[in-house]
């Protein structure tokens, strides 16, 4: 069979599939202009890569493995194209809980729940319990208190024949003869921002003092209609504790482990290593609910492609040519596990390329390199201002932190021609990783590829490889690939990394790896205001989250170098030598450099080091303030140092730029002969990949490393 007919045959088979998923019930459905996409994001030889589209245009689809020119498409290699009509979709945000078997209560009752609002307008129970402008109302009745965001907040609404009365922290705060309503339950939270706790429905009163002073840590007692306690902590399924079976489901995911009325996350000390949320009975539970929540589009396929089995491995597109745009969803492909290993395996960082998808319904643009910053991206908000903008660097619409990302989602950031800070020239995400497989090529290396979210779920991925190369900006790292890396190093691996600000924040996955999780902490270090050190704890592991340092995983034990910070222009500088006469300066290339020498050129005036970079423990312990009583391990040699005036992070990190450098490292190529017998090899930089394929010297030290490391 054909390619193209075998495609069209797994399209059709896709699409039967589909039709009986049912697109799940939210608050708001909005139409997606332009053109998006996503897929898996990684895929086995001889697998089919699935693309889920919306386009308003029609448009011309092709399957394409990237070429040799780093910043263009004329060279890439088409695969399969096709025409295609347009398939406008929608994507419906909130995140809610769903009652399965919806209530209809008449009074007398008392309806009793917890809320922390982070906008005060919003619904608790649809249509009879709500807020409005920080007014909360029962049906039509409104209080005259006015909430504040971000303070819990004890709400009873009771009704009976003869009245309704709405009680507001133990206080009554309003009254009003009774009325028929229709007091029906199908939801908790539909289109609320903000945590909610304990809730539920009596039939009897219920002593309002004691119950607000219990900070929803006793469980309800009398007769009750429903309770829902929001202890689950983790999944989608609530609960109804009553045995009346009003259990409910949470569209659009939620976010659990932030702590219930009785809980102070900011009691938890930032440094305390012994705290255990589950330990912790003073805790209590809730859930956080978000308008803008979404991290599945739910989108049916359009496009199927079986990867043939002879393909090469490496980073791929899903390409949309439309109206003189182009649109470029980007895949990886990797070797299936029948295959026998290479000898070198190249770890893309897809966690990052996740956590920077600023903007996932972008407005289109031309082909080209194209700058992706922060504020370059915001300017292409016309199209589809309604729809989330959140990512790991930007909080929801209403200052909830931003604590996940949602995998089925488009991912404009990862496209192979995005730059970045106005530059031209300079990548942090995929063009960069790219130029590291550009070299490999050009000096005939033989290479397989795996993403991030592949060596979390399968670690022994890794095993069997003369040499592991890290590259580009591998700043997302879950502990299961830190243990992995880890445990390949003692087995007497190679690591080859080239990157920068690596292995610095922790990550983890939901079971079925469709939500990737992240918990930043403090706002100096990019992360959220509203973050309390008590709410870093995964959903997953309910273990500590935040910097993978102060997580049992810092990045000098396994890859030798630490996060010096970043620089907040374009003036990347180079290395110098500090030992010529090491064997991988000479062997087997001769590599005719001097102490002292720079080297490590993207341009003749522009070096390698940026625009985040990695020195030994030591520069940094020295210019930390109170610094933990740490040491190095023995056997890191410092190859080369690339020095600057540059402030840089304290260990404890609390901001960028906010130590003076009394050594003026910022960044280093190391050496390490581990005891166990690994070893590895580190460019302390983000834009080491461009470095390796630009500079000469560095390209042949990258040679020797190869070699050294067993990897021709």
Request: charged letters at 25%.
């Amino acid at each position: 069979m054909a390619i193209d007919e075998r495609s069209e045959a797994l399209e059709s088979s896709a699409q039967a599939l589909e039709k009986a998923v049912n697109i799940s019930e939210v608050p708001e459905s909005i139409e997606v202009k332009g053109v998006h996409a996503y897929s898996e994001k990684s895929v086995e030889l001889g697998q089919p890569v699935n693309f889920r589209v919306s386009a308003d245009t029609p448009y011309k689809f092709s399957i394409v493995q990237l070429g040799i020119d780093p910043d263009s498409s004329s060279k890439d290699i088409v695969l399969y194209d096709k025409e295609s009509p347009a398939r406008l979709q929608r994507v419906q945000l909130g995140s809610y809980i769903k009652i399965d078997l919806s209530l209809n209560i008449s009074p007398p009752f008392c309806a009793e729940t917890w809320i922390r609002p982070f906008n005060l307008s919003g619904s608790i129970f649809k249509g009879w319990l709500t807020l409005d402008k920080g007014k909360v109302k029962f049906a039509e009745l409104s209080s005259d208190v006015t909430l504040k965001k971000y303070k819990w907040y004890h709400i009873v609404a009771i009704a009976n024949k003869k009245e309704r009365q709405l009680w507001i922290n133990g206080k009554l705060a309003t009254r009003a003869s009774s009325k028929k309503i229709n007091y029906a339950i199908d939801s908790i939270g539909k289109a609320f921002d903000g945590d909610i706790a304990q809730s539920t429905i009596y039939r009897n009163s219920i002593n309002i003092a004691q119950h607000y002073k219990a900070q929803a840590l006793e469980k309800p007692q009398g007769d009750i209609i429903a309770t829902w306690l929001l202890d689950e902590e983790i999944g989608l399924v609530i609960n109804d504790s009553s045995g009346n079976k009003h259990h409910g489901r949470i569209i659009n995911n939620g976010t659990w482990m932030v702590g219930g009325p009785s809980f102070n996350g900011r009691k938890v000390k930032r440094f305390d290593q012994k705290y255990m949320p589950n330990k912790d009975d003073q805790r209590g539970h809730a859930l956080r609910l978000a308008t803008d929540d979404l991290y599945n589009c739910q989108w049916p396929i359009a496009h199927s492609f079986k990867i043939p089995s002879d393909a090469k491995q490496g980073i791929y597109v899903g390409r949309f040519n439309f109206s003189g745009k182009e649109y470029n969803s980007t895949f990886v492909v990797r070797r299936p596990k029948r295959q026998a290993p290479k000898k070198i395996l190249v770890l893309c960082a897809t966690n990052t390329w996740l956590a920077y998808s600023r903007m996932p319904f972008a407005d289109n643009h031309k082909a080209g390199l194209v700058d992706w910053g922060r504020e370059s991206v915001l300017r292409l908000n016309k199209s589809n201002s309604k729809l989330p903008k959140y990512n790991m660097y930007d909080q929801h619409k209403y200052n909830q932190p931003t604590f996940q990302m949602g995998v089925n989602m488009p991912w404009p950031s990862a496209g192979p021609y995005k730059t970045y800070r106005g530059s031209q020239i300079f990548s942090q995400w995929t063009r960069n990783e790219r130029f590291l497989h550009l070299w490999l090529d050009e000096n005939s290396y033989e290479y397989d590829v795996i993403t991030d979210l592949d060596l979390d779920r399968h670690p022994s991925l890794i095993n069997g490889y003369k040499t592991v190369i890290i590259s580009g900006h591998s700043e997302y790292w879950s502990a299961r690939a830190y243990d992995a890396v880890e445990k390949y190093l003692d087995g007497g691996g190679n690591l080859a990394v080239l990157s920068g600000n690596s292995v610095f924040w922790r990550v983890s996955f939901n079971e079925d790896y469709t939500v990737m999780e992240c918990r930043k902490y403090p706002e100096g270090m990019l992360g959220s205001k509203m973050t309390e050190v008590g709410q870093l704890y995964h959903t997953d592991d309910k273990k500590r989250g935040g910097l993978m340092r102060f997580c049992g995983y810092p990045a000098w034990k396994l890859i030798g170098l630490e996060t010096a910070g970043w620089c907040n222009d374009m003036k990347f500088d180079h290395y110098k030598m500090e030992m010529p006469n090491h064997f991988l300066f000479n062997s087997p290339h001769k590599i005719a450099l001097k102490k002292g020498d720079a080297f490590g050129f993207v341009t003749d005036k522009l070096g390698c080091v940026g625009h985040e970079y990695d020195v030994r423990l030591p520069v940094l312990i020295k210019a930390s303030k109170n610094p933990p009583n740490i040491i190095e391990p023995g056997g890191i040699l410092s190859l080369a140092r690339s020095y600057s005036k540059n402030k840089i992070i304290d260990y404890n990190a609390n901001a960028n730029d906010e130590r003076a450098n009394p050594t003026r490292i910022i960044s280093e190529i190391i050496y390490w002969e581990k005891k166990n017998g690994g070893r590895v090899f580190n460019i302390g930089s983000v834009a080491a990949p461009w470095g390796v394929y630009k500079d000469k010297n560095l390209g042949l030290l990258m040679n020797n490393v190869l070699y050294h490391f067993g990897a021709r």
